[in-house]
Every structure is written in C-alpha cells, then in structure tokens.
C-alpha cells in the first residue's frame, strides 16, 4: 500500500440500525483497521470478536458499555480496550473511534442472548 491521506468529508456512512459505521481504513494488506462509529442507539445483543483485540476512544458524548456483564460509564476521553474473546456491547449516545487489529471483519463476530 502506498502512503495516503484520507479525508473525513470523503467517507461513507454505513447504516447497521443502532450504529452508523464510517470505514477509515480497513484494507486486504493492513493488519489493523479504524473506523468512525456512531451508537445512536443501543446494540441488542452482547458480542465479541474472535480475532481482533478492538480499541474504542470516545470522541464525542457519554454513555455506557457493558464489558463481561458489568456496566461502565463512558465519557469523551475515555479509550476502552477489548481484548479479543471479550464479551462486551456499546450502548446509545457514543461517537467513537474504533482501531482493531487484526483488522476488523463483521463476518468473524459472535453474538449472543
């Protein structure tokens, strides 16, 4: 992969109904990607991810994530950090950024309840 700037004007929202997605990098070649994730509302079900250990900083707002069945306030400034295998969900009221490495793929994560 060559060097390159990408500009948020130019990235593309994506709608998963509670959360809108806007891909920053997340490309075959790079082993890690980030993403702008907007929680409008709150998951459904508890999740993890089976490959990746995911970071989320908060950018914008408060709110509250549920990690192993425990629930933590969340604010701007805050970094939550999921080791891979974690359960956990991000509720309503978030903008956050979110780095996985490997990259992330929403094919490889496991939801319950």
């Given at each position: 992969m060559k060097p390159k700037i990408i500009r948020s004007k130019d990235l593309?929202?994506?709608?998963?109904?509670?959360t809108k997605v806007a891909d920053i990098i997340n490309e075959d070649g790079i082993n890690?990607?980030?993403?702008?994730?907007?929680?409008i509302g709150d998951?459904?079900?508890?999740g993890l991810d089976k490959e990746s250990d995911v970071a989320?900083?908060?950018?914008?707002?408060?709110?509250?994530?549920?990690?192993?069945n425990k629930e933590y306030e969340i604010r701007?400034?805050?970094?939550?950090?999921?080791p891979k295998g974690t359960k956990y969900k991000n509720l309503k009221?978030?903008?956050?950024l979110a780095i996985a490495s490997p990259r992330f793929d929403r094919n490889k994560r496991v939801y319950f309840e």
């Open positions: 593309k929202e994506k709608d998963y109904g509670a890690f990607s980030v993403a702008q994730v907007r929680k998951d459904i079900k508890l989320y900083y908060v950018l914008e707002g408060k709110g509250k994530c549920i990690i192993n701007k400034g805050d970094l939550v950090f999921l009221g978030l903008k956050l």
